[in-house]
């Protein structure tokens, strides 16, 4: 049996609009300082001038970490840091209480492209752990989205099957977009900005259910 695996590594990927600077929450503690000196300094060329997101996934954040992240990385090489993405919860408080903005940034959509339409991507096929799909438009996938996959999109989500990997519906900021999954068992959902996170004992795992935004709270609904 082939088996994938990838070792955890601070990464720079390209958002609508900005830079996100991706430090997963499965790379050492030792690892983490060298793994953003070295992957700031080589993109410094395209981080001149960007708006950058510091994603911190799930990883524990303590006041020593957000002052030597500030210190080490975003003071010392000029970042332009538009917010702070994080699912631990003790750490937003934190972020927040030091006056850091939070949460994903709002994606400005041009005029003339949310008046266009564009045609449902149909995915027959399972994604894998590592595997990514982005699409300007709705994704339908017949089939499951195992840990690890990746799914992000302008418009809606359908998972006809297994829903485990990290789906962003409405990521250009559409927060009428939807989530739904044939069987639920994902830790975390994204529509727009808003994201909830979840674990085993959801009330909503292993059911199909209906993601959407209702006001500025990311809601769940049993379908039948």
């Not at 994604?127 to 809606?156: M, T, W, Y």
């Not at 939807?178 to 975390?188: D, G, W």
């Not at 727009?192 to 996170?197: A, E, I, K, N, P």
Request: no cysteine.
């Amino acid at each position: 049996m082939e088996v994938e695996r990838e070792k955890a590594a601070v990464t720079l990927k390209g958002g609508a609009g900005h830079l996100r600077l991706v430090v997963p929450e499965g790379i050492p503690d030792s690892d983490v300082w060298s793994g953003l000196e070295k992957t700031v300094e080589g993109a410094r060329h395209l981080l001149e001038g960007g708006r950058v997101v510091l994603d911190l996934q799930g990883r524990p954040i303590s006041s020593a970490f957000i002052g030597r992240l500030l210190t080490d990385v975003v003071w010392k090489h000029g970042l332009n840091l538009l917010s702070w993405v994080s699912f631990d919860n003790e750490g937003l408080k934190l972020l927040r209480s030091a006056g850091l903005a939070v949460g994903e940034p709002m994606a400005p959509v041009p005029e003339m492209r949310a008046a266009r339409s564009f045609q449902t991507l149909l995915v027959e096929r399972s994604l894998r752990s590592g595997q990514k799909v982005e699409h300007p438009g709705d994704v339908f996938v017949v089939g499951h989205v195992n840990d690890g996959a990746e799914i992000v999109s302008a418009g809606n989500i359908v998972v006809w099957g297994r829903l485990q990997g990290l789906v962003h519906a409405g990521a250009e900021g559409n927060i009428s977009s939807r989530v739904i999954a044939k069987s639920f068992e994902a830790t975390q959902v994204r529509i727009g900005r808003l994201f909830s996170t979840f674990d085993s004992a959801s009330p909503w795992y292993g059911k199909s259910v209906l993601f959407a935004v209702e006001g500025d709270t990311l809601i769940a609904k049993e379908l039948p």
